[in-house]
DNA sequence: ATGAAAGCGCTAACAT
DNA sequence: ATGTTAGCGCTTTCAT
């Protein structure tokens, strides 16, 4: 592959030339810029970003943290975020933790590597020390879970007034028996979530059964499953549920189908994200519609921002509850 | 941040001496190193990776080129290319198409600029011209699609196969009214699925209705609901569909579902790929397994060996057909 | 075992 | 408008 000096000396020009042209500089003459387009043409040359790279000492990579791709709460997220990233011409690293702390270390590494510009960090498993203290020399961006008073940016909704929309909502159609499928309680959005939960709980005055909460340890659909299957073995059964993963929802759904009840007829479910799968199931699936999409833009545009040097503020994003057949008696 | 003078400085030493350290060459005598590893600690010293690509040549990152990251089939594959890749410390950029030239283009470019070591193409779309021509110079994996005849190694399944098996299932449960539902034979894939559909048809002596054939745009769950609608308008309805992806399939189901008839008793449904949700909805999804994962840490390997200079092979993988209640009357 | 120095490909400050 | 040149941070050959 030729480089910049044989492009150079084909054209009979200078590197420096030919770099101008590259970067559209100005200051070339229209006839040496057109001498320096033929000899590129004829060389097939590609100028490298390797040597652009280091000698800019950027890569134009942005890194993407998150737990797992398989959960689809992500995937228009990194939709957002892919396309604010190549329409300022960088391109983004997915980076699965598998919430394990020593693949989160790999990640950390190849910022200070200089492998990557800036980081979106939405995984909720992220050690938020080891990310504050990167934080301090380089750009972090935390998308959906983030730190209260933490001094990293970030984007996510109003955790807490949409659990407590999704409950009032199932309260209003006469629910008292109400369960919460949550994950677990170290995340900062299941918290939220659960403090939602009791508000609208207490606002119509029902009693907070600790019975009815369960948490999972994971978001699959089998977790679901799982938490369903705990539910029925109580004595008193719950007549609805909000769950706070669609995923877990459909996983419960799951479960309330296989056990010959019928959703909602029996029991009722809310769900939370409004992943486009459920909108497929069988009912379809009430749910809190996060603006996925839009969180991912707004992030990659804060990342960028940040990485040139603006100072960016924190932003909460409008969240919306999607009724559907499960909860439509 | 500290760079490779400043640490040898610190200790004492050569640059050179510092590199050794750093990648553990041998002569370096015990104290020396121990110097080293000391300057690096104090100084807080992190190689940057951009001098040492530009050096070495190399980026060490692998493209990963889909159509679109929402459909959960190449969730799983996805997740085989990663883990091989970082287990053999490459890094992997994925890049959606959006089955745009424009944006393949961006990333064939990113090859040819050295910002990537290879492609793994899971892309139908894909210029296939301009992957050979690619191919010719940098290492090119094709992964689930690939060219017939062509010079680009790949790892797939035998599609044509797994579609005759598929229908050969719904014929020996009774069914002799079968729809397809095919994406685009624009595809290769889709083409073989509908030879296995065929075969299998005329090894029963069935004939073959074009009207019970359907062509979809997409893969998206809508476009199986879209199709179902269609198949509902005819004289002659097929009593059973065999859909070419689970996504289909699963929208196919919805459709069914929300027209009130029954699967599998009115209407029995097989899907193609085993995405996780296949298993969640209601009822379970009958369908042809892919070994997704496997197929991604096959083509993972494969790219590596043929960055290092290997000759590599294309190999097919098993597939298996998972009976699940929508085939179960 | 260690050091000196060349050079990977590029950009930009400075000079003309 | 164009050329000269000094690096960006690293690895590696060639000396010693």
Redesign the interface.
């Known amino acids: 592959?030729a480089n910049i000096q044989q492009v150079a000396q084909k054209a009979g020009v200078s590197v420096a030339t030919v770099s101008r042209v590259l970067n559209n500089a100005t200051s070339v003459s229209p006839k040496t810029r057109l001498k320096v387009e033929h000899a590129i043409k004829d060389l097939k040359y590609?100028?490298?970003?390797?040597?652009r790279?280091?000698r800019n000492?950027e890569?134009r990579?942005l890194l993407v943290l998150l737990p797992s791709?398989?959960n689809?709460f992500y995937?228009?997220i990194?939709?957002g975020i892919?396309n604010t990233a190549?329409s300022n011409h960088y391109?983004?690293?997915?980076c699965?933790t598998d919430s394990n702390p020593q693949?989160e270390n790999?990640y950390f590494?190849?910022v200070?590597?200089?492998?990557a510009d800036g980081v979106i960090s939405m995984d909720p498993t992220v050690n938020m020390q080891k990310l504050t203290e990167l934080a301090e020399?380089y750009s972090v961006i935390l998308c959906s879970e983030y730190e209260e008073g933490g001094c990293i940016p970030y984007v996510t909704i109003d955790n807490e007034l949409a659990a407590y929309q999704a409950v009032k909502h199932l309260i209003k159609l006469g629910h008292d028996k109400i369960a919460l499928i949550n994950s677990d309680e170290k995340y900062l959005y299941a918290r939220q979530r659960r403090n939602g939960f009791e508000r609208a709980l207490q606002e119509f005055e029902l009693p907070i059964r600790e019975e009815w909460i369960y948490h999972t340890k994971e978001l699959?659909?089998q977790n679901g499953v799982q938490a369903m299957r705990s539910l029925f073995k109580l004595e008193e059964k719950p007549t609805s549920i909000f769950a706070v993963s669609d995923t877990l929802a459909?996983?419960a759904?799951?479960g309330i189908?296989g056990s010959g009840l019928h959703v909602p007829n029996d029991i009722a479910i809310v769900g939370f994200d409004n992943i486009?799968?459920s909108?497929?199931?069988?009912p379809t699936l009430t749910t809190i519609s996060q603006p996925m999409y839009k969180m991912g833009c707004v992030a990659a545009d804060m990342l960028i921002n940040s990485i040139q040097g603006e100072k960016v503020e924190s932003v909460v994003l409008e969240h919306e509850l999607i009724i559907r057949e499960s909860t439509m008696g």
Do not use: D
């Not at 391109?91 to 997915?94: E, F, K, S, V």
């Not at 909108?279 to 069988?282: A, D, E, F, I, K």
């Open positions: 592959m590609e100028p490298s970003m390797l040597g790279n280091l000492s890569s990579l791709i398989s689809p995937t228009e990194i939709n892919q190549i391109n983004i690293l997915l699965e693949r790999i590494n190849m200070k590597n200089k492998l020399n699959e659909f459909i996983g759904l799951k189908n486009s799968f909108n497929m199931t069988n």
